[in-house]
C-alpha cells in the first residue's frame, strides 16, 4: 500500500501511493471527479456512473471510484465522451427529481445541484415525474423524503457499517426505494438515530428535522467543539445562524455521531433554560440579581464556616463541565473554603479504575486509543451495553468485527455486542470479577502469560497464584459458566502475538473486577493500549486530572502528599488541608457532618442511590446552593440556584477516555453567567480573588501542575504489583422477599440523570417516556405481566409504579431499569464500599408484582 | 433401447412442452387402451425432442419396426396406434413424424442438426439414470478421475475450443484456469440456470430432458479447478427442471457420482439446488451470486471478476447448463472432435430456440458457422402461412433485430456480435410482415425496463426513458427529435450502465432503428404502422364498392362502432372503434381493410 506509483491525470504527472482509486487519486491532486454514490469513507458500488473516465487502452469507459490506479495508467476525466456520458447520468437523475430548489434545504450545498450546473444542464428534456411518496415526519429527528431521493446508496452502506443495518433497496428498476425491515417507520425498526444517513444523503432525501426553514447552508456558521455527553466526547461542528443552533454535523461525512451527539443538542434552546439567579424566600425560589445571589451564599458559606469550621462545607462538581470550571471548583473550595471536601461524578461513575489504574500504573492514562479498537485482533468485552453508554466504540467494535476481529463478550445480558461475538459467556449477574479471576487462573495453568514479563516487571507473582487458586474454586457453578467457555477465553486471552482490548465499563464495574481486569494485563505485559474503559461523561478523566476527588489534588497526587501540597499552597496562596475529605456519596447521607454544600452541575436526587436517603440529607443541610442550567430535582431543594452555561455556550476543554483534550469552542452566546466566572466572582466575595481573563488563563495555571496537559507525559511506575482484594459480593442477595435483581444502566437515547436529554427531542424515541421496568419473557409470563403492564417494584429502600417492557436480551431473575429515571435510585443501596467510599452494591434485589387493571383499559 | 425384454414400448415426451399440449392426458389414455385391448407393453417417457410444433410425441419402440414417432397425438387417436401398430405392427404413416425409413416433412428439422448438449434429449427417460448411464453416461467422469489430472482437464477444454454459452462467450477453459488458480481456501461451482429470456428454453429442455449430463459437467468443472462444492441456481420458474434436477442428485448421489469419495478416489463434490425467485437480473453472474448468498439480487462492478472473488468472496467457475453439457461429451470425444465444428473462433455447436412466425417451431442444435437462413428456412421451413421473411430476433432482450439481408450471415460469435445483436443464450424469434418492429423493440424494452435492478442511473431511469419515447411513437405522438433522442439515449445506457442486463438492453432498439428506420420514420412522418399492429395508427375502413350490406360485421363488432342499414352501406365510427379487428376477420366479402 505504501509504494508509490506514477501515473497521468489529465496531463499531469502525479505521484500517489499503490493500491488507491482513480477517483482517490485524482481529488490527491486536486481535481474533482464528480460522483453520487460514491463517498469518501464508504465502500464504493459504482452505481451512479458519474464518475467515469476515459483510460488510454481500455475500449470502455472506466469507473473512477472502483478502478484501482496502475503505474503509467493515463486518465483523461473531461473529454467529450466523458463529459456526454456524465451529462446523460444528471439529466436522467433530473428527470426523476423534483426540481425544487428554490427552497430546498440542501439548496448551495446539493450535489446533484452541483454537478448539474457544472455540467451546464439548464433544463432535462424528459418530463419530470412525480413519484408520490408521502413525506416521512413521524419521528421527531429525521425527515425522509423519497421523492428527492436519488437511489445512490450512500444511506444503506453508512447504515451498514455505522448504523443498526436497517436499511435497504426494495422493489426494483423505476419503483426502487430506500427502504427498512417492512418498510416501517425508522422508531419502530430499532433505528440508532445516529443520523450518518442524514450526513452522507447528497440530496435533501434525509434531513435534520431541526433545519427546516431554518436557515440556508450558506448563511450557517460552523463552530468546531466537541461533544459533552459520554466519554468519547466526540468532534462536532455546530452550526448556528445567528446565535440559533440549527443543526450539528461533522468535519467528514462519514464521521460517526451518535443520536445524543447528532441530535441531543436541543436542549441548549430549550424554554425552562435558567437565566437568572434565585434565592429561596419563604420556601419558594424566587427571582434575584447575580450580586444579591452572590452576596448571599458568600455571607452563608462564610458562616458556616466560621461557625462549624471549613469541613462542614462541601462541594461535588459533574464531569460534563470543562477542565477549566472544575479545576478552578476545586481550587475554590480547596483554597479559598480550606476543605478537602470536593468530589464529582467521578465517584459514582468510575472511581474504582481511576485508583487502581493510579494506585497501579501511577497514572490514570492507561485508556489505548478508539482508533486502536479498531485495529485490535481481540476485543474482550466485559459489560456489553457499550452502544448504549458509548456508542462510537460500538462502532469501532463492530468495525473490528467487520474487519474480522475476535470478540468474546462477558454480560448477563445478551446485546447487541454479545450477538455478533465468537465467544459469548453469559455469566450471573455480578460475579464479573470471579469470572474474570477464572480466566487468569486457567491462563496460569495453561501457560498462557508472559513469564517474561510477570518475572521482571511484577514483584508479587507468588502471592497472585495463591489468591488466584483459592478464588478459582467454584467458578464454574459461581458464574455459570462452563469451563470449556472459561479456558476457551483464557486462550483468546492469552495469545501472545495478538493485540488484545479488554473494553469495560467504569461504571458497572465494582472494585474487584478492575482488579482482575488490571491483572489480566499484568499477566500478559499488555500495560500500555490493552484496555479502555468506556466513560460513561465526557470529562470524567479531566475531573480526575483536576483533583476534583477527595483525596487527589490536580495531576492526581494524594492530598497527603506533602511536596505538592507546598508547591500547591504557593501558587494559590493559601494553607491546604492535608487530610482526605469526603466523598460525594459520604457527603450526602444521613449523619453527615457536612452543613453547607455547594453543587455545581450534579442532580444526586435522580443518579445518586437511595433517593429517599439523598433527599433527605439534602433537605437536611443547613446551606445547599445548585449551579445548573435547569431548575432540577436537586435544584429545586436548593437555598440558592445559580444558573450556568451548557458546552454549546463554553469554551474549555474536556479530556475524554482515550486522554485526549478536546477543545470546546463557544457556538452562542451564553444564555446565563459562564460557570467559571460565577465561581470566581463568589470566590473574590469571600475574599479570595480568583483573577483569570478568560479560560485559557485557567489552563495555563493548569498546564503548570500536570506535565500531560502541556505536552508532557505522565509519570509512570516502571514495576508493578498485582492487585487482589476478595470483599464479597457486590450485590443484594435475592430471597424469597426480593427475588429479582435490578440493574440499571444507560439506555440508547436518554443520559444519565436525564436533566438535559429529557429537554431533548431525542427522550421522546425512549419506549414509555424511558420510564420502564426491563424484564425476561419468562418472568414476566409467570408474574403474569405483558408489554406495557403497570407493576409496582419494591426493595428495601422503597417502591415505584412502572410500565413492564418484556426485554428478551435479559436473564431469568434479573430486570433493568433505566439509570436516568428518577424512580430507580428509590430502589437502590447506597451502602458505601470503604476502601474507595463509592457505592458497594451495584445490584439490589427487589421484588416485583402486577399492579390490578383499574377497570376496563380502552385502547383508543 | 429394446433391450432383451421384448415387448413393445410406448415413450411419450413429458417435457414442459409437452405436458402443455396434454402429454399426460395422452399417456393416461395410453395407459387405458393397453388394458383395455390387453397388450402387454411398457409405458415409458422422456423429455423433450425439440419439434415443439409437433407436441405431443409418443414413440412407439418395436423389435421390428425400431423407433417410430408419432406427432401431434391426442388421446383419441391412441386407440388406432395401439392397435394397427402395437397388436398389428403396421405403423400408422399419415401420423408419423420420424422413424427409420420413413421421409417426412419433418425429417429435415432433425437431419440439419447436430446434437451434442441435446444428444439424450427425447431419448431417455431423464429419471432413471440407467438410461443415462447406458448412453455412456458418467464415463467421462470416471475418465477425469481415473486418468486425467485437472490441469489436462482443463487443457482439453481450452483446446476444444469451447466458449462461454450464456452468451458472453468467454473461452470456458480459460475460466476454469483462472479459478483453479485464484487463491482461496474453498472453491464453488456455480451452474446458472436462470434463463430469463422471453422465448428462450434451451436450458429448461437440457434440465428436464437430461439432467444427469449438466451434473456431470459441473462435477467435472469441479474437479478441475478445484472447488468441492456447486450451486444449480434455477429458475423456481421451472419446477420440473427442479424435480428432475433433486431427482438426479439423489440418484447420482446413491450411484456414487456424487458426495464423498466419489467413484472410490479422494474427489468430495456436493451439488445444492438454489431456486430463484423470478428476478431477471438474477442471471447476471454477480447478481446470482448475491442472490445465493441471502442478498439482493444486485449485480456489482467487476473486476474482481468471480474467478478470484466470488461466492462468500471465494473463487467461483460460474457457468450456464448449456455449457455443462458439452463438457462430457468433449471428454469422451476429444477436444480434436469438438473443435473440428464449426468456425475458427466459435467451436462447437449452439442450441436456438426458435419460435415466432415460423412454420416448424422449436429447439434446434446447429454447428457454428451455419447460416441465418439454413436455420429458419431449411430447418424451420420458413415462415408460417408462407409469410414474408422480416426479421429475425436473436439474442432476446439483450439481442438484436437482423433484417433480410443479414440471412446469409453464418452464425458465429464475432459476426453477430459485429451486426449489433448478440448470440445470447440462443433465443431466435422470426417475425413476417405482420411484425412492428417499432411494436417489437417496445416489447423487449418494457422487459428489460421492468426487470432492471434499479441501482445504476442508466439503466434504471434510461430504459424507462427509452421506454415512453417507443410508447409515444406507437401512439402516433412522437416527433422527429425523438428518433434522435431515442439513439442517442440508447447509446449512453448501452455505455454507460453497470452489468450486462443494461449494457445489453438497448441493442434491440439500436439495432430496429438501424435496419428498419424507415419504419419508425412512418410512425413518426406518416403516423403510419405498416404492419398494422400499433392499434393508435390504424383505421378500420369498409371499401363501399365491396360492401353488400350484409351486416356480419355490425354483428361481430363489440363496441358498436359499425353504423348504417342492412342492404346499405355500412361505415366505421372510428371515434368508437377499438381496432379489435373482428369486422375485417368476419367479412365475408373481404370489403373491410385496414389503412
Known amino acids: ?70 503505474s503509467g495508467m493515463v486518465v483523461r476525466t473531461r473529454t467529450d465522451r466523458v463529459l456526454e456520458a456524465r451529462r446523460f447520468v444528471v439529466e436522467l437523475i433530473l428527470s426523476n427529481h423534483p426540481g425544487d430548489c428554490m427552497s430546498c434545504e440542501r439548496n448551495g450545498t446539493c450535489e446533484l445541484q452541483k454537478y448539474a450546473y457544472e455540467l451546464g444542464i439548464e433544463k432535462t ?189 462541601g462541594g461535588i462538581v459533574s464531569a460534563h463541565h470543562t477542565n477549566e470550571v472544575i479545576y478552578l471548583f476545586q481550587r475554590f473550595m480547596r483554597a479559598c473554603l480550606g476543605t478537602n471536601n470536593v468530589d464529582s461524578s467521578v465517584r459514582l461513575l468510575s472511581y474504582p479504575a481511576v485508583a487502581d489504574f493510579i494506585e497501579v500504573f501511577g497514572t490514570p492514562d492507561v485508556a489505548c486509543s478508539l482508533a486502536e479498537i479498531e485495529e485490535a485482533d481481540t476485543l474482550f468485552i466485559v459489560h456489553s451495553d457499550v452502544d448504549m453508554s458509548s456508542p462510537f466504540v460500538g462502532v469501532e467494535i463492530k468495525r473490528a468485527s467487520k474487519r474480522e476481529a475476535k470478540l468474546v463478550t462477558i454480560d448477563p445480558r445478551s446485546t447487541r455486542v454479545a450477538e455478533i461475538s465468537h465467544l459469548y459467556l453469559r455469566l450471573k449477574p455480578g460475579t464479573e470479577a470471579i469470572l474474570l479471576n477464572g480466566i487468569a487462573h486457567c491462563m496460569l495453568e495453561e501457560g498462557l502469560y508472559s513469564r517474561e514479563f510477570v518475572e521482571t516487571k511484577c514483584s508479587n507473582m507468588d502471592q497472585f497464584k495463591e489468591f488466584l487458586t483459592k478464588q478459582a474454586r467454584d467458578v464454574e457453578r459461581k458464574t455459570g459458566v462452563s469451563k470449556e467457555s472459561i479456558a476457551k477465553a483464557a486462550r483468546f486471552y492469552g495469545e501472545s502475538d495478538k493485540k488484545v482490548v479488554i473494553i469495560f465499563s467504569p461504571e458497572a464495574s465494582d472494585i474487584q473486577s478492575v482488579h482482575a481486569i488490571i491483572n489480566l494485563l499484568l499477566l500478559t505485559g499488555r500495560v500500555k493500549g490493552g484496555v479502555f474503559p468506556y466513560m460513561p461523561l465526557c470529562n470524567l478523566r479531566g475531573a480526575a486530572d483536576m483533583g476534583a476527588l477527595s483525596e487527589f489534588y490536580p495531576g492526581c497526587k494524594v492530598v497527603d502528599d506533602s511536596t505538592t501540597r507546598r508547591k500547591l499552597e504557593r501558587i494559590y496562596g493559601a494553607a491546604l488541608p492535608d487530610k482526605p475529605g469526603l466523598s460525594s456519596l459520604e457527603m450526602i447521607q444521613s449523619g453527615t457532618t457536612i452543613s453547607g454544600l455547594y453543587i455545581l452541575g450534579e442532580n444526586p436526587v435522580v443518579s445518586f442511590p437511595n433517593t429517599t436517603e439523598t433527599v433527605k440529607a439534602l433537605t437536611s443541610l443547613d446551606f445547599l446552593v445548585v449551579q445548573d442550567i435547569f431548575l432540577t430535582e436537586t435544584a429545586k431543594l436548593a437555598d440558592v440556584v445559580l444558573p450556568g452555561i451548557s458546552f454549546a455556550e463554553s469554551s474549555g476543554t474536556f479530556t475524554n477516555s482515550e486522554g485526549k483534550v478536546k477543545v470546546i469552542n463557544r457556538a452562542i452566546d451564553p444564555l446565563a453567567r459562564p460557570d467559571w466566572k460565577i465561581i470566581a466572582e463568589l470566590s473574590s466575595k469571600m475574599g479570595y480573588p480568583l483573577d483569570y481573563d478568560s479560560e485559557e488563563k485557567i489552563m495555563d495555571e493548569i498546564k503548570t501542575l500536570i506535565p500531560a496537559y502541556s505536552g508532557g507525559s505522565w509519570d509512570r511506575k516502571e514495576r508493578y504489583s498485582f492487585i487482589m482484594a476478595d470483599m464479597g459480593r457486590s450485590y443484594e ?26 429537554r431533548s427531542r431525542i427522550s421522546q424515541l425512549e419506549p414509555f417516556q424511558g420510564e420502564y421496568l426491563g424484564i425476561n419473557p419468562e418472568d414476566a409470563k409467570s408474574l403474569g405481566i405483558t408489554e406495557g403492564s403497570k407493576v409496582l417494584v419494591s426493595s428495601k429502600r422503597g417502591s415505584i409504579t412502572v410500565a413492564a417492557k418484556i426485554d428478551e436480551s435479559l436473564p431469568l431473575g434479573l430486570v433493568f431499569m433505566p439509570a436516568h429515571f428518577s424512580g430507580s435510585n428509590v430502589l437502590t443501596t447506597s451502602d458505601i464500599e470503604p476502601t474507595t467510599r463509592t457505592r458497594k452494591i451495584q445490584l439490589s434485589a427487589v421484588a416485583i408484582s402486577q399492579l390490578e387493571e383499574v377497570g376496563e383499559v380502552t385502547n383508543e | 433401447m429394446m433391450g432383451e425384454n421384448a415387448a413393445p414400448k410406448i415413450v411419450v415426451g413429458l417435457g414442459s412442452c409437452g405436458i402443455a399440449a396434454g402429454a399426460r392426458e395422452v399417456l393416461a389414455a395410453f395407459e387405458r387402451e393397453l388394458k383395455r385391448q390387453g397388450v402387454r407393453a411398457k409405458l415409458g417417457r422422456t423429455g423433450c425432442l425439440g419439434l415443439c410444433y409437433r407436441e405431443v410425441l409418443a414413440d412407439v419402440i418395436t423389435k421390428s419396426q425400431g423407433r417410430i414417432s408419432y406427432g401431434n397425438v391426442t388421446p383419441v387417436m391412441v386407440p388406432r396406434i395401439v392397435e394397427q401398430h402395437i397388436i398389428n405392427d403396421k405403423p400408422v404413416e399419415e401420423w408419423i413424424v420420424l422413424g427409420d425409413g420413413y421421409t417426412t416433412p419433418d425429417t429435415d428439422f432433425l437431419t440439419r442438426q447436430y446434437r451434442i448438449v441435446l444428444r439424450n434429449c427425447g431419448r ?207 471428454i469422451s470425444n476429444g477436444a480434436g472432435k469438438y473443435s473440428a465444428i464449426g468456425t475458427e473462433k466459435s467451436k462447437g455447436t449452439k442450441v436456438f430456440a426458435l419460435t415466432g412466425r415460423i412454420k416448424r417451431s422449436g429447439l434446434v442444435e446447429v454447428p457454428m458457422g451455419i447460416t441465418l437462413r439454413e436455420i429458419i428456412f431449411d430447418i424451420g421451413g420458413g415462415i408460417k402461412d408462407d409469410g414474408k421473411f422480416k426479421a429475425v430476433q436473436l439474442g432476446g432482450p439483450s439481442g438484436g433485430c437482423l433484417s433480410a439481408d443479414l440471412l446469409d450471415i453464418p452464425i458465429d460469435y464475432e459476426t453477430i456480435t459485429q451486426t449489433g445483436a448478440i448470440m445470447g443464450s440462443g433465443g431466435m424469434v422470426v417475425a413476417d410482415e405482420r411484425t412492428c418492429m417499432v411494436d417489437l423493440a417496445k416489447f423487449f424494452l418494457s422487459f428489460t425496463q421492468n426487470e432492471s435492478c434499479g441501482e445504476c442511473v442508466p439503466c434504471r431511469l434510461g430504459t424507462k426513458r427509452m421506454l415512453e419515447i417507443l410508447i409515444r411513437l406507437t401512439q402516433g405522438k412522437g416527433e422527429e427529435e425523438d428518433l434522435y433522442l431515442l439513439r442517442n439515449l440508447a447509446r449512453d445506457v448501452k455505455v454507460a450502465s453497470l452489468c450486462g442486463l443494461g449494457q445489453t438492453a438497448p441493442n434491440p432498439v439500436l439495432t430496429t432503428l438501424e435496419y428498419f428506420k424507415e419504419e419508425y420514420e412512418a410512425h413518426v412522418r406518416e403516423r403510419r404502422c405498416y404492419a398494422g399492429v400499433c392499434t393508435d395508427l390504424t383505421v378500420f375502413v369498409i371499401k363501399d364498392n365491396l360492401c353488400k350490406g350484409c351486416g356480419i360485421c355490425v354483428k361481430h363488432c363489440p363496441v358498436e362502432a359499425i353504423v348504417g342499414k342492412r342492404k346499405e352501406i355500412y361505415h366505421i365510427d372510428e371515434s368508437k372503434c377499438i381496432k379489435c379487428g373482428l369486422c375485417m376477420e368476419h367479412c365475408p366479402f373481404d370489403a373491410i381493410y385496414r389503412a
Request: one cysteine or more.
Open chain 1, 125 to 313: 428534456r424528459f418530463t419530470v415525474k412525480d413519484l408520490g411518496y408521502p413525506v416521512d415526519t413521524s419521528n421527531p429527528l429525521i425527515e425522509r423524503n423519497y421523492n428527492l431521493c436519488i437511489l445512490c446508496g450512500r444511506c444503506i452502506r453508512i447504515c451498514k457499517t455505522q448504523g443498526s443495518d436497517i436499511l435497504d433497496f426494495m422493489q426494483r428498476g423505476m419503483v426502487t426505494k430506500v427502504t427498512t425491515p417492512l418498510d416501517k417507520p425508522l422508531q419502530e425498526v430499532d433505528c440508532d438515530f445516529c443520523g450518518s444517513c442524514v450526513a452522507v444523503c447528497p440530496v435533501a432525501a434525509l434531513l435534520e428535522r431541526s433545519r427546516k426553514f431554518r436557515g440556508r447552508e450558506w448563511e450557517l456558521n460552523k463552530t468546531k467543539t466537541a461533544c459533552s455527553y459520554c466519554g468519547c466526547s466526540c468532534d462536532l461542528l455546530i452550526n448556528t445562524k445567528k446565535g440559533e443552533i440549527v443543526k450539528v454535523t461533522t468535519e467528514e461525512k462519514t464521521d460517526y455521531l451518535c443520536a445524543r451527539g447528532r441530535f441531543g443538542w436541543d436542549y441548549v434552546q430549550n424554554g425552562e433554560r435558567l437565566k437568572v439567579p434565585r434565592i429561596k424566600r419563604d420556601g419558594k425560589l424566587v427571582e434575584c440579581t447575580w450580586d444579591e445571589a452572590l452576596d448571599y451564599v458568600a455571607r452563608r458559606l462564610s458562616k458556616i464556616k466560621d461557625t462549624h469550621g471549613p469541613h462542614s462545607l
Open chain 1, 733 to 758: 442477595t435475592p430471597d424469597s422477599t426480593h427475588p429479582y435483581l435490578l440493574m440499571t444502566g444507560p439506555t440508547k437515547f436518554d443520559f444519565y440523570d436525564g436533566s438535559r436529554t429529557s
Open chain 1, 1 to 70: 500500500m505504501s509504494q508509490l506509483i506514477t501515473l497521468k491525470i489529465e496531463g499531469r504527472e502525479v505521484t500517489v501511493p499503490d493500491g488507491i482509486t482513480i477517483i482517490e487519486a485524482a481529488t490527491h491532486t486536486g481535481i474533482d471527479i464528480p460522483h453520487l454514490c460514491y463517498c469518501k469513507g464508504l465502500e464504493s458500488t459504482g452505481a451512479c456512473r458519474l464518475c467515469l473516465v476515459e483510460l488510454e487502452g481500455a475500449k470502455e469507459l472506466v469507473v473512477s471510484c472502483r478502478r484501482k490506479v496502475k
Open chain 2, 124 to 330: 431417455i427417460d431423464p429419471e432413471a439414470i440407467e438410461e443415462y448411464v447406458a448412453r455412456d453416461g458418467y464415463k467421462a467422469l470416471q475418465k477425469v478421475l481415473a486418468e486425467i489430472s485437472p490441469e489436462d482437464v482443463i487443457s482439453i477444454i481450452k483446446e476444444s475450443g469451447l466458449r462461454g454459452r450464456g452468451g458472453a462467450g468467454f473461452p470456458t477453459g480459460l475460466k476454469w484456469e483462472f479459478t483453479r488458480k485464484a487463491k482461496g481456501d474453498k472453491k464453488y461451482i456455480i451452474c446458472n440456470a436462470d434463463e430469463g429470456d422471453p422465448g428462450a428454453f434451451m436450458d429448461r429442455s437440457v434440465l428436464e430432458g437430461d439432467p444427469h449430463s449438466v451434473l456431470e459437467g459441473v462435477l467435472i468443472a469441479g474437479y478441475a479447478v478445484g472447488a468441492q462444492e456447486g450451486f444449480i441456481y434455477v429458475r423456481a420458474e421451472y419446477p420440473l427442471a427442479v424435480k428432475r434436477l433433486k431427482v438426479a442428485l439423489e440418484q447420482a448421489k446413491s450411484h456414487g457420482f456424487l458426495g464423498n469419495n466419489i467413484l472410490g478416489t479422494p474427489f468430495n463434490f456436493n451439488i445444492k439446488i438454489k431456486e430463484g425467485a423470478g428476478a431477471f437480473v438474477c442471471g447476471e453472474e454477480t447478481a446470482l451470486i448475491a442472490s445465493i448468498e441471502g442478498r439482493r439480487g444486485m449485480p456489482r462492478l467487476r473486476p474482481p471478476f468471480p474467478a478470484t472473488s466470488g461466492l462468500w468472496g471465494k473463487p467461483t467457475c460460474i457457468n450456464n447448463v448449456e455449457t455443462f453439457a458439452n463438457i462430457a461429451w468433449i
